[in-house]
């Protein structure tokens, strides 16, 4: 389950991208996320991003280094 997405206009969802958003929903902070995961930092912000790219939505809400579940991350979080 390596596999990210194949590319643009794939429309397949990895399951550790919806692991990840849990995890980055759960503490609000993409370096503990990803220290939890054991992955960079980077890669959980590009999982991320490709997500919401995906989805067509911001699900998080950044200021800075702050980042907060949005009511659209709210929403998703709640059905997954």
């Not at 919806?18 to 609000?28: D, H, M, N, S």
């Not at 991003?49 to 911001?58: C, N, R």
């Amino acid at each position: 389950m390596d596999k990210e997405y194949e590319g643009e206009g794939d429309n397949q969802l990895d399951i550790n991208a919806l692991i990840y958003f849990q995890t980055v929903a759960k503490y609000e902070n993409m370096s503990r996320a990803a220290e939890i995961l054991h992955i960079s930092q980077p890669a959980l912000s590009k999982s991320i991003a490709m997500l919401e790219e995906y989805l067509g939505v911001e699900l998080f809400d950044r200021n800075g280094r702050s980042i907060k579940l949005n009511r659209y991350g709210k929403f998703f979080l709640e059905r997954i």
